[in-house]
């Protein structure tokens, strides 16, 4: 059992290749009989464009580990990033897989589902499965909010990094760590805190949903809501204080999921971003990451197919 390391990958390879390398030479030897190979495996979170080669590469320069030496130079705009990569896996790390996942990085949603799902992929619920750490110096912002959020929520995700550069203009170039001096080059670290979702959130827009279903122009008081989900008995209404119904959910959850019109208390399903977050909620992948309910293989291999490939070997 070894580490699969997930990272987004934009159009400068360094930020991909440098915590590889860091991790190489600093923690090979130190946490192999905890983890065994420090990087057995990487997958890559990339747009279609990125992958493809249409969108090329920023300047690059593989550089001997911790110094400045130039060994092979890549142009601006000439080359495809994804095959930088490999290159230097292949030259520094050694024989490991490389998977490629395309994705519209933009779209949280469509990141967010594509981590989980590439997480259960190689970390499936109640096996062994891999150890998975995240690199989220590269890539687009949403990309690396899925990231973090998918490693939260699961705990599938046990370690976060990233590795900080003093000027990335000049030095986002290099494919290894250029010093070891903390104000220009330093490898860090996030840890990740396992959360537990708090259902009250999804029952909340469930009954909102049920009032919606019977009649799509229906507003609700917070006061009929309130009431509606404490007779049910829904845990943890039960004993809550109005005011921190108020106040802790329906005020923050505005315009996430739910409409509300604070000065007439009136309350209603957002018709467009409520079903798509209780889409996701109740999605498979989700149920499993959240350890509601458990996919068989076959199961997870349906969910991932045609979503992660192996990258091809370039010389």
């Known amino acids: 059992m070894g580490i699969f390391h997930f990272a987004g990958l934009g159009k400068s ?30 997958v890559l979170f990339t747009s279609p464009e990125v992958a493809s080669g249409n969108e090329k590469s920023m300047p690059s320069e593989h550089n001997d580990y911790m110094t400045i030496n130039v060994r092979k130079t890549w142009p601006r705009n000439k080359h495809n990033t994804l095959e930088i990569v490999t290159y230097f896996v292949k030259k520094e790390i050694g024989d490991v897989d490389i998977y490629c996942c395309k994705v519209d990085v933009n779209n949280f949603p469509a990141c967010f589902e594509a981590v989980a799902k590439a997480t259960l992929r190689f970390h499936p619920p109640r096996e062994e499965g891999k150890h998975i750490w995240a690199n ?47 104000s220009q080059f330093e490898f860090r670290e996030i840890y990740v805190l396992k959360t537990l979702f708090d259902e009250r959130y999804q029952r909340i827009l469930e009954e ?3 009032i919606h279903q019977e009649d799509p122009s229906r507003w609700i008081t917070s006061e009929e809501l309130f009431g509606r989900l404490r007779s049910q008995r829904v845990p943890g209404f039960e004993t809550m204080d109005p005011k921190a119904f108020l106040l802790d959910f329906l005020h923050v959850m505005q315009g996430r999921g739910i409409q509300r019109k604070s000065k007439e208390d009136a309350i209603r399903l957002d018709p467009e971003v409520g079903p798509a977050i209780l889409r996701i909620l109740r999605s498979d992948y989700v149920q499993a990451l959240l350890g509601r309910s458990s996919l068989r293989k076959e199961q997870i291999q349906q969910l991932t197919e045609g979503l992660i490939e192996k990258s091809p070997t370039h010389p």
Not at 15 to 26: C, F, I, M, P, Q
Not at 153 to 182: A, M
């Open 208 to 210: 909102l949903e049920s």
């Open 136 to 182: 989220i110096t590269g890539g687009a912002n949403p990309l690396n909010a899925a990231l973090f959020q998918v490693a939260y929520l699961s705990g599938f995700i046990n370690r976060l990094y990233y590795t900080f550069i003093s000027n990335p203009s000049e030095q986002g170039k290099y494919l290894q760590p250029f010093s070891r001096d903390p």
């Open 13 to 42: 390879p360094g930020a991909v290749t440098s915590g590889l390398a860091y991790l190489k030479h600093e923690y090979a030897q130190q946490y192999k009989d905890i983890y065994g190979d420090i990087i057995e495996g990487i």
